[in-house]
């Protein structure tokens, strides 16, 4: 019961930090790692997919 509530904590954290590493900077450039075709096309789904994993491990450990 705990591991998996550390797993779904840090999952979800995962999702929160990669999100706040593709935020732009203050004159409004993505981060150089965004800048090519196929990774701005891939890059959501990865964090969508951490925080959407870890929301469901804590919802259901909670309830």
């Known amino acids: 019961m705990v591991q ?3 797993l779904a904590a840090v999952g979800f954290g995962m999702g929160v ?3 706040r590493i593709a935020m ?3 004159q409004g450039e993505s981060p150089r790692f965004l800048r090519g075709n196929l990774i701005s ?10 925080l ?12």
């Open 41 to 50: 096309d891939l890059y959501p789904l990865i964090p969508m997919m951490f």
């Open 17 to 19: 930090f990669l999100i």
């Open 52 to 63: 959407i994993l870890g929301a469901a491990g804590l919802i259901l450990l909670l309830s």
């Open 24 to 26: 732009p900077n203050a």
């Open 4 to 6: 998996e509530l550390i």
